[in-house]
Nanobody, 123 residues
């Protein structure tokens, strides 16, 4: 099993940047593909980004492509989502998630979830 704790959310103005981090427990972090998802009030959970176990394969959601970068450090059990040029529509709770084996964009493929961190972007 793996436990996930997100940090780095906050209130920022449009155009600003934020760096979200996810710290994972356990000795097998490198065997998990990792993903970031977000959920705004009244909306379904949405795929943001994902990264393979070794960090060589990355996927991005259409709404953040070109503005976000996902990375991981398997020596520190962390995955980071760097978000730039933030927009009010990026406002949501951002969740870190983990799954075994292959990378995925699909919410239901992920077995482990963090508690989430709130990102609010003002106009």
């Amino acid at each position: 099993q793996v436990q996930l704790v997100e940090s780095g959310g906050g209130l920022v103005q449009a155009g600003a940047s934020l760096r979200l981090s996810c710290a994972a427990s356990g000795r097998t972090f490198s065997s998990y593909a990792m993903g970031w998802f977000r959920q705004a009030p009244g909306k379904e959970r949405e795929f943001v980004a994902a990264i393979s176990t070794g960090g060589f394969i990355v996927y991005y959601g259409d709404s953040v492509k070109g503005r976000c970068t996902i990375s991981r450090d398997n020596t520190k059990n962390t995955v980071v989502l760097q978000m730039n040029s933030l927009k009010p529509e990026d406002t949501a709770v951002y969740y870190c998630a983990a799954k075994t084996v292959s990378t995925s964009r699909i919410v239901n493929d992920y077995n482990y979830w963090g508690q989430g961190t709130q990102v609010t972007v003002s106009s």
